[in-house]
């Protein structure tokens, strides 16, 4: 790069592409935006609010989406992978988040860009090609209406190199199903729709070569940085050994054996087919080997193989615990072949594996309990535990074809539509899907589906500290004051960006000395822990302060009925649940430690502008 | 990065991998330090020697053309020119130390010495390993 950016870590440079003029122009980041919003997380979150004006539709040419690297993407430091994608969700009509890992990441700080913003709407299919500091829109039709991968070795050849790295969407995104996602390379930045929002700008695929180089201050301090990180992943039973050898699944019968493990839409927390479709068996079964992301120590990912049976012959990149649990638990599913079938498939369509298996769940339901029949789902016997029907309904899904078109508009939406009281088997929050992490068993975890920026999201808070006896998992006390200081970590980790497996190294609970010291051996910007906790805050608040700009106040924060109305049913937390009352203490403690308005839920005047926000201080209270 | 002081895998550093398929297979290049070496023998300047100590395979940057026929010739893929200077990029093996193994978690990247398998016994391993990857990806149904 001929002129350096400040601080290390950064290229230093954002790429605008508007997709209407079929133009493109790198911008320059500035020192203070660099300092107050760190990169990722907090980037995309200052464009968002900045540049989408509220109550727009997520479809329409003025939603954009944000792909945004952080500082150390691209670097010696473990996790360095990762890359965020943002958009105005087309699920939740909010702000929405979604991170993957792979190579994108990497390949785009070598190309000279931090991070891309896509906006307007392209006349007709086109992809991008990002080669070095070359730039161009070139014609997708040849490859619309191809799967993910179809997709990205079409490019290749179109290329007429496999060297780029490529992020497209499959035929889901292209038929606006809301819960389409981001295949990038084989990762999956899964959750929100944003998948459905590149569809609507005609957008298929983004391929990406980069040349350059990352420089940061002092190279030998970010290599003793990373050898004590790599030293701690080590010594980690987590990270240092489950993970390596079981991967996420390895959590799956963790779980159930503490009566948390979502099944049959939520019905129950204990699976009797757990053995049969956790890390053991999915290890003994199906793995192959085990892969990384860029940069990455901890290998969690299994490349995987069926051999036999009638789902021979699939190769799947996972399942991770969350397809395990959506598309397996969540559906009495104990077939752990069709889950890697399913899950396959909903890389290849390019549908988020979570929401897809509780929209399935939700149709069982429904379906069992006589509100969907035969005639509506064309024959298929949709019981819970019916392994082909699983595979069917993906396709469905993601071809949006019969009943598959009404679920393609996600839970809520769906709900909706069938009407005759199906709302009540609909597990969402805000309108996105939960995910695989237990409300009623885990009170901290559950403020984060309420109250979260995302909704059904189990990063809005974390299962993490509750799930593994750090925070005592059976009291609400404390639990408002625990989910604030867990979203500031999660934003401060998402903008850094590491993985969030590095929680168990860099600091569970809250954001820590280890944060800070990544920061600043990478960017040599000298923050003080301070800075950094405040930045946390202030990109978790100015996420509420979009969605509040869309309308959401404090009746919004709230779970699904089943969570508040019926106790877990059987195993080791029977009786658990999150009564109104319960909710209604841990929200009023988390509002008030978020320093929120305890009645509408809004950010008050003060701690906006504490934080920096004067802005958006007054534009909520002009 | 430790040759160059910043991070820049994908052109700078002197092992790296490749990325064949999807769902991806994962392959290495790295430098076998076979003896004797297609690199060597088929060097137009004979800037690729051998350390007299160790016989670690070197390049002497500065009678390096940038010809790129040690690229060509080497059963692994494993050579490449540096982007800006325009020399062989050859592993050197840190001196004795390599990085590489320090940073390779899993374990699998180790030296251990082959006595007696030079050129020609590269080419079969090659050969076998090619036949390896593209197996692996065969009978991968697709949509």
Redesign the interface.
Same mark, same amino acid.
């Given at each position: 790069m001929s002129e350096e950016f400040k601080y290390g870590g950064y290229v230093g440079k954002i790429l605008r592409v508007n997709l209407t003029e079929g133009k493109s122009r790198s911008e320059p980041i500035s020192e203070g935006f660099a300092r107050n919003y760190i990169g990722g997380n907090g980037f995309g979150a200052r464009i968002l609010y900045d540049e989408v004006k509220p109550r727009i539709d997520p479809f329409s040419p003025e939603n954009k989406v944000v792909f945004m690297t952080g500082p150390v993407t691209?670097? &010696?430091i473990p996790t360095a992978a990762r890359i965020g994608l943002f958009t105005k969700s087309p699920l939740t009509g909010l702000f929405f988040d979604s991170y993957a890992g792979g190579?994108f990441g990497?390949?785009l700080k070598?190309a000279g860009f931090d991070g891309i913003i896509v906006e307007g709407r392209a006349e007709k299919p086109a992809y991008l090609w990002i080669d070095d500091g070359n730039v161009e829109v070139r014609d997708a039709s040849g490859i619309w209406g191809k799967?993910t991968?179809?997709s990205? @070795?079409l490019v290749w050849e179109e290329l007429g190199t496999?060297e780029p790295k490529i992020a497209c969407i499959g035929p889901a995104g292209e038929k606006l199903v809301r819960v389409a996602c981001t295949i990038l390379?084989?990762r999956a930045a899964g959750r929100g729709g944003h998948g459905a929002v590149l569809g609507s700008k005609n957008l298929k695929a983004i391929a990406v070569?980069? #040349?350059? #180089? %990352?420089?940061?201050p002092d &190279?030998e301090a970010v290599?003793a940085f990373a050898n004590e990180l %790599?030293e701690s &992943? @080590?010594a980690n039973p987590g990270t240092g050994r489950s993970l390596?050898e079981y991967g996420t699944p390895g959590v799956l019968t963790a779980n159930n054996d503490l009566g948390i493990l979502g099944t049959r839409n939520w019905q129950a927390e204990v699976f009797e087919g757990a053995e049969n479709i956790g890390g053991e068996a999915v290890r003994k079964k199906i793995v192959v080997k #085990? @892969?990384a992301c860029f940069a990455c120590? &901890? /290998?969690c990912t299994k490349?995987s193989?069926v051999r036999a049976g009638p789902y021979a /012959?699939? %190769?799947?990149?996972g399942p991770e615990y969350e397809t395990l649990f959506s598309l397996g638990s969540i559906l009495g599913n104990d077939c752990v072949e069709s889950v890697a079938r399913a899950d396959r498939?909903c890389d290849?369509y390019g549908i988020d594996t979570i929401s897809t298996g509780l929209i399935i769940g939700f149709a069982m339901e429904c379906y069992e309990n006589g509100i969907l029949t035969k005639k509506d789902t064309g024959g298929l016997d949709l019981r819970f535990g019916n392994h082909e029907a699983v595979v069917k309904m993906v396709e469905a899904i993601g071809n949006r074809e019969g009943l598959g078109d009404i679920l393609a508009e996600g839970v809520k939406r769906a709900a909706e539509k069938i009407g005759r009281g199906s709302e009540k088997y609909a597990m969402h929050s805000k309108g996105c899907e939960i995910a695989g992490h237990s409300a009623r068993g885990l009170p901290g975890n559950a403020i984060g589906y309420a109250a979260g920026t995302r909704g059904g999201s189990h990063h809005d808070s974390r299962p993490t500290a509750e799930r593994t006896g750090k925070v005592d998992r059976k009291t609400i006390e404390g639990k408002g004051r625990f989910a604030k200081n867990i979203n500031d970590m999660k934003s401060i980790m998402d903008s850094i960006i590491l993985c969030q497996l590095m929680e168990v190294i860099v600091g569970l609970l809250d954001v820590t000395e280890m944060h800070q010291r990544c920061i600043n051996v990478i960017t040599g910007m000298n923050l003080s822990l301070a800075d950094v906790k405040r930045a946390g805050e202030r990109i978790w608040t100015l996420e509420r302060a979009f969605n509040v700009r869309e309308g959401i106040r404090r009746k919004d924060d709230w779970l699904p009925r089943r969570f508040v109305e019926e106790p877990i049913p059987e195993g080791v937390s029977k009786g658990m649940i999150i009564k109104p009352e319960d909710l209604n203490k841990m929200l009023d403690e988390y509002y008030e430690a978020r320093g929120w308005d305890q009645k509408t839920g809004i950010p008050l005047k003060e701690t906006l502008l504490k934080l920096d926000l004067n802005g958006v201080a007054k534009e909520l209270y002009q | 990065?430790k040759h160059?002081?910043?991070?820049? +895998?994908?052109?700078?550093s002197r092992i790296w991998i490749t990325? !064949?398929d999807?769902?991806? !297979?994962?392959v290495p290049r790295v430098c076998r330090q076979c003896n004797p070496a297609n690199c060597e023998q088929n060097c137009p300047v004979n800037a690729i020697v051998r350390d007299p100590e160790t016989s670690i395979l070197m390049v002497k940057e500065e009678e390096c053309t940038g010809c790129g026929v040690c690229v060509d010739v080497c059963p692994f893929d494993a050579v490449r020119l540096h +982007?800006e200077k325009r020399v062989a990029l050859l592993c050197d093996l840190c001196e004795g130390k390599p990085a590489c193994i320090k940073?390779c978690?899993?374990g699998a990247i180790r030296i251990s010495a082959v006595p007696g398998k030079g050129v020609e016994e590269a080419k079969k391993l090659a050969k076998i390993w090619l036949e390896g990857v593209t197996s692996q990806t065969q009978?991968?149904?697709?949509?």
């Open positions: 691209g670097t &010696i190579h990497a390949e070598y799967t991968f179809e990205q @070795k496999e390379g084989v070569r980069g #040349s350059g #180089s %990352i420089r940061v &190279i290599e %790599i &992943i @080590k390596p #085990s @892969k120590p &901890i /290998n490349y193989v /012959n699939t %190769i799947d990149e498939l290849e | 990065m160059e002081g910043k991070f820049g +895998p994908s052109r700078l990325l !064949i999807l769902p991806e !297979i994962v +982007p940073y978690v899993p009978g991968g149904e697709s949509l």
